[in-house]
């Protein structure tokens, strides 16, 4: 297990859920209206349009999501505890606000943790809901076809290293990182389970706490979102030097199709 006060995992113990990239000031998250975000007190990024990624999910315990199926959840296997009957957790999904009207709310019914997970390495989860979302869903890379360029993140985690819940999803790009540039800023990198992104050089955009288990993802052949990879861990957040790292989703595609079987999505 990593020791979790040098590499922090987005998850969130508070429940908050956006990106280190986008450093908002006091009281933008609450005062802001629907839109991209012009402000400069968003470094990095914008706010996503409403419907712009569908299939976004926030999860209560404080971590992100995209819908694998209508009725299933990918998420980061260090965000649940263990595989089960489990009805304690609530999707948001619909919404870029969270706290609009329109917002769909479902519970869930059974996690499967990732097997074999011990807190290095294959952190994936699927959450199966108790209806579907009626929402697109987001396709998974099942070859590393495109593990490289420019991805796409969203979350509604915290704007600082630290801080809090925000109201509104971010989103922002980050360039891939290959292994070896990854490998020497984290020695425990898992090569081959885990792929990074993030301006190394100069930091300033990446995940945080409560992005845990949201994905990474950027267009296909055909122009359509794939996910990449799921929001993971790092060392701190958006540090020079310090890329995130993110479940290399297509190592495990085919186990992530199983164990959405086994859900029966």
């Known amino acids: 297990m990593r020791n979790p006060l040098k590499h922090l995992k987005r998850a969130s113990a508070l429940g908050a859920v956006a990106l280190a990239a986008f450093?908002?000031?006091?009281?933008?998250?609450?005062?802001?209206?629907?839109?991209?975000?012009?402000?400069?007190?968003?470094?990095?990024?914008?706010?996503?349009?409403?419907?712009?990624?569908?299939?976004?999910?926030?999860?209560?315990?404080?971590?992100?999501?995209?819908?694998?199926?209508q009725d299933i959840v990918l998420t980061a296997a260090h965000c649940v505890d263990g595989?089960?009957?489990?009805?304690?957790?609530?999707?948001?999904?619909?919404?870029?606000?969270?706290?609009?009207?329109?917002?769909?709310?479902?519970?869930?019914?059974?996690?499967?943790?990732?097997?074999?997970?011990?807190?290095?390495?294959k952190d994936w989860a699927l959450i199966k809901l108790a209806k579907p979302i009626n929402q697109p869903t987001l396709k998974i890379a099942e070859n590393t076809n495109y593990n490289k360029g420019n991805f796409t993140v969203a979350g509604w985690g915290a704007a600082v290293e630290g801080g809090g819940q925000q109201r509104y999803l971010l989103k922002a790009t980050v360039p891939f990182v290959d292994d070896a540039t990854c490998k020497a800023a984290y020695s425990e990198l898992v090569t081959g389970e885990e792929i990074c992104a993030?301006?190394?050089?100069?930091?300033?955009?990446?995940?945080?706490?409560?992005?845990?288990?949201?994905?990474?993802?950027?267009?296909?052949?055909?122009?359509?979102?794939?996910?990449?990879?799921?929001?993971?861990?790092?060392?701190?957040?958006a540090r020079p030097g310090k890329p995130g790292v993110y479940t290399e989703v297509s190592t495990f595609a085919k186990d992530i199709k199983a164990g959405a079987a086994q859900l029966g999505g």
């Open 198 to 237: 993030g301006n190394v050089e100069k930091g300033g955009v990446d995940t945080c706490q409560g992005d845990s288990g949201g994905p990474m993802f950027r267009k296909d052949d055909s122009g359509q979102w794939i996910q990449v990879g799921i929001v993971s861990w790092g060392d701190g957040c």
């Open 83 to 121: 595989s089960g009957r489990d009805n304690s957790i609530t999707a948001t999904a619909g919404v870029v606000d969270l706290q609009s009207s329109s917002a769909i709310k479902v519970k869930s019914t059974e996690v499967l943790q990732a097997p074999g997970y011990n807190g290095t390495g």
């Open 23 to 69: 450093s908002l000031t006091p009281g933008t998250a609450s005062a802001a209206t629907t839109g991209p975000e012009p402000s400069p007190s968003v470094v990095g990024g914008t706010r996503a349009a409403q419907g712009e990624f569908p299939f976004m999910v926030r999860l209560s315990m404080g971590c992100g999501g995209a819908l694998y199926t």
